[in-house]
């Protein structure tokens, strides 16, 4: 089984500066952790994912941290947009064959203008 | 290439009625997954297809809830008899192969029960 533990639940920062949300996770079977981006009223949608060969993995301004000891990952929004504005969900694959995905609760981010 | 659909959109139903909700994945993709989003809350795996088979169906109510995902035709999540508990978000991803890190997701039906 896996379990996803993500953090905070909600968050505000104001234009520019920078977003960091938390994942903790419990199994250590699978080797992908993603991270998904839900605008209200829409479906999740991919946003970075990272595979445990490396700490860190950056798009554009967005960078995935990982912590393969601590079995811990952290995405940070650089230079955050009103337009970032959405909820994020981290997730890690579970089940027997690691085909489905475990989410976590979700965090809200409201960026101010 | 239009990405995974899924209609009705929204759908409101009254406790005792059946809602079937509809997931046809992308072209190519022969593995769906279904998830719930209760409000407030992430996704949680309810159902795991891959043509005419299923594959994990262990997130799925044991009473109730029927998936199924024919050679021919979208994949269907049935809901026989709702109640107000299952007022919820449905969301269907699909995938090529089966991978996990590749999932796509459609954009939901959100299901009120009346």
């Known amino acids: 089984q896996q379990q996803v533990k993500q953090s905070p639940q909600s968050l505000i920062v104001q234009k520019g500066g920078i977003s960091i949300i938390n994942c903790a996770y419990e199994?250590?079977?699978?080797?992908?952790f993603p991270w998904y981006q839900q605008f209200p009223g829409k479906g999740p949608a991919l946003l970075i994912a990272?595979?445990?060969?490396?700490s860190e993995k950056k798009e554009g301004r967005f960078t995935i941290s990982f912590n393969k000891s601590a079995k811990q990952f952290s995405l940070h929004i650089m230079d955050s947009q009103p337009g970032d504005s959405a909820t994020y969900f981290c997730?890690?694959?579970?089940?027997?064959?690691?085909?489905?995905?475990?989410f976590g609760e979700g965090t809200q981010l409201t960026v101010n203008p | 290439n239009a990405g995974v659909m899924q209609n009705p959109r929204h759908l409101v139903r009254r406790r005792g009625q059946e809602a079937r909700l509809r997931c046809s994945p992308m072209?190519?993709?022969?593995?769906v997954y279904w998830y719930r989003q209760l409000p407030e809350e992430g996704l949680k795996f309810m159902v795991y297809l891959q043509k005419e088979n299923i594959i994990d169906e262990s997130g799925m109510p044991k009473e109730r809830f029927s998936a199924e995902f024919p050679k021919e035709g979208p994949s269907i999540l049935r809901i026989q008899q709702v109640v107000r508990g299952d007022s919820a978000a449905y969301f269907c991803?699909?995938?090529?192969?089966?991978?996990?890190?590749?999932?796509?997701f459609g954009p939901g039906t959100r299901l009120t029960v009346l």
């Open positions: 199994n250590t079977a699978f080797d992908y």
């Open positions: 991803a699909s995938s090529p192969s089966g991978r996990y890190d590749e999932q796509f």
């Open positions: 997730a890690a694959p579970g089940g027997t064959s690691g085909s489905r995905l475990t």
């Open positions: 072209k190519g993709h022969s593995h």
């Open positions: 990272i595979r445990p060969d490396v």
